[in-house]
């Protein structure tokens, strides 16, 4: 008994061991995973901010190559600094008699300071690049270096380039840039009515609406005053080039549509070739798809290119050119609602040709499923009067096979022998020697083993003459005897039943004798 007791106290000390043992097992494993665990993030962060390095000297070096290529651009000129904006007052610049004043801005002094300290007057009158958080971009001049340090003052002009609205609210990035001349300008008006309106004097409104700008940017607004009436135009900026030679165009909207007569050339934007073809006709996109254009070729005036070898600058839309002491070649082309009234109406004319394409295809698919449904009913009525020609044949043969023999004349050990001859509605014409003792429904069969006709069985009734009378199929269990037709000849016509006809209703009509 001791000796159990000592094996059991054992067993349960082991088991309290082991239960140790691996308590403290998984207690080491669970601080090994939280160990790793916590290496892995620790390696994740790492390797994070590693990224967020390379990134972060990856935009520094391109804001220095950035910088680098500006200021070689500007000729050892930069200046880049973000300013808030805030609305000049432009009684100043009437005050001063200052004639192109309607893109000039108030900066701060330092940034004069800054400008002078580079000599960046031997670029000419400062220019400047206006760009906002949300994408907006257009250029100006500056009118005085007198705002307060930290802000940017606009005219009514730049603000409405820059702000929805035309209200300044929030930051402008402010770049110091050298812009090249323009050549040659495509305004678009707005509205209707610009042409109308001003009729032959469109250079002289063109030229007083120039005359008091510094520059012109892709994309901006540009107010045209006659006759006290303001008229708003827009302008887009491109590079064309036919053969050796490029040109500096300016094109309506977000779309460039170039008439050329059997000219080979080149259209780039920016730095990208967007095309090099040979069409009398094209309609180029900026985003740097070519789509042939729906609209009559009388819609689209040809650019007048009739300055080769002038100023070649490949713009993007955030470009611009400057327009101080410059011949500008001018146009204007067709208003931005005119254009917006012809593609709804190319769109409706494309709408409705889609719809009567639709309504064909709908009517000829309604065409083929009508012919399609009538082939199948017709080849279902040809299978089904084939089963059922196959069915009566198979009933005829049945019938003609279960006759009893036919007996002779002279036959009349079991009775009077009647000699019956029927006549069939398509002019058949049979005969059969039967016995008194027979059923009436002998005949039938008979007549069913002949094919009757054409008449389905139990569809007919057999009529006989002198005295007439009707045998309808009901009374096909009578015998001949009964039915008082006890020898010699008999005929009957196979007469149809009509649908309403009763086993006592002569039928009427054309039928088959049986004599």
Known sequence: MFAGELKASEARLLAEQHKRKEKERLRLQKERELAERSRQREQDREEQRRLALDAQLAREKEEQDLAW??????????????????????????????????????LPPSVGSHLMGQDAQKNGAPLFQLSTPHGSVTHAGVLEFTAPEGVVLLPV????????????TGSVVVKYVRLEK??????????????????DGVREVLEAALATHCTLSVGDLLEARHNGETFTLRGETFTLRVGAERWQLRGSGPRLHVLLQGETFTLRVGAERLLEAHDPRLHVLLQGAVQQPPMPRSLHAPFRVTTPGGLVQELKPSSAVSVIDTDLEAEVVASLETETHIRDWQAEQQRQADAVVAFAAEREHAAAAAAADVALRAQLVAEGALADSVRRERSRQEKEANLPVEPSASDKDQGPILTCVFRLPDGGRFTRRVRAQDQLQLLFDFVDSKGAGGLESGSYSLVSQFPRRLLPPSSGASTLEQLEMSGGQHSFFVEARTAGSANETMVEGEGVRVS
Do not use: M, W
Request: proline share 4%; with cysteine; net charge positive.
């Open 69 to 106: 290529q500006e200021t070689e651009h500007n000729r050892g000129v930069y200046l880049r600094v973000e300013l808030l904006a805030l609305a000049a007052d432009e009684s100043v610049a009437i005050t001063k008699g200052i004639k192109r004043s309607a893109d000039k801005v108030f």
């Open 157 to 168: 002009k730049v603000a409405r380039c820059l702000f929805p609205g035309g209200a300044p």
């Open 182 to 199: 323009g050549a040659f300008v495509s305004f678009q008006p707005l509205t209707r009515g610009f042409h109308e309106a001003v009729d």
